[in-house]
């Protein structure tokens, strides 16, 4: 029997869209009826997960309890969050619901020791992601070497999550590229967009870098999980 997929979202909004169109686009499907049940609380009343970490703000976990009970009553066999800094809240998750979740750190990680044996990643993502070594830490068990940016060049990034975030296009590549080249001047041999709305990003300013995407490796992974079949020419 095939499963379905409950998407804890709304961290941010344009992030959740972006997950339920790549499990649309990546599924081996030929007409409506071969695609999967999604069910998607696109929750945009959680505080803000960096906050939360690192400055004592408010914590996300009630928000996102409230999701997932909305989740659970709908039949969800899975849970999908496309945000990877709600994962340092995923041990709690995990304590209040007998459904699995997919991890986006796990999922990538496999991804990247797949893609990028003996690699170096640049990790990129918002400073609660980084400053609780989410991917440094997990990656190190797979044997993978990781940096992260420079404050400075955090400054940046932050800056163009946020624009994801409040929904303003993304036209300039120079200064995020700037950050790339820096890195891999450092040693960064390929990229993880390590928050939901980098991927977007990229998009955008159409950035031509070896890297791997949280979101879709969530997307393949959910997939797989519900027992159907990964497109032949599905690479995004």
Not at 124 to 152: C, F, V
Request: hydrophobic share 40%; with cysteine.
């Amino acid at each position: 029997m095939k499963k379905t997929i409950g998407i804890l979202g709304g961290m941010g909004a344009l992030a959740t869209v972006d997950l339920f169109q790549k499990i649309v686009t990546l599924t081996e499907a030929h007409s409506d009826n071969d695609h999967i049940r999604v069910y998607i609380d696109s929750n945009s009343w959680i505080p803000d997960r960096t906050t939360a970490i690192l400055y004592g703000g408010e914590s996300p976990v009630p928000q996102m309890l409230d999701a997932l009970k909305h989740l659970e009553a709908c039949g969800a066999d899975c849970i999908a969050m496309p945000c990877n800094s709600g994962h340092y809240f995923l041990p709690e998750l995990e304590k209040a619901t007998d459904i699995p979740f997919i991890s986006i750190l796990e999922v990538t990680a496999q991804a990247c020791k797949a893609k990028f044996p003996g690699g170096t990643a640049g990790i990129l993502g918002s400073t609660g992601t980084l400053k609780t070594d989410l991917y440094s830490g997990i990656l190190a068990r797979y044997g993978m070497g990781s940096l992260m940016p420079t404050d400075e060049e955090q400054k940046v990034m932050m800056e163009q999550i946020a624009a994801v975030k409040s929904n303003r296009p993304l036209t300039d590549p120079a200064p995020v590229q700037k950050v790339l080249d820096a890195m891999k001047a450092r040693g960064a041999t390929f990229f993880i967009w390590g928050c939901t709305e980098l991927p977007i990003m990229a998009q955008q300013l159409k950035l031509r870098e070896n890297y791997v995407d949280p979101t879709t490796e969530l997307a393949k992974a959910a997939i797989l999980f519900c027992g159907y079949k990964l497109r032949e020419d599905g690479a995004l």
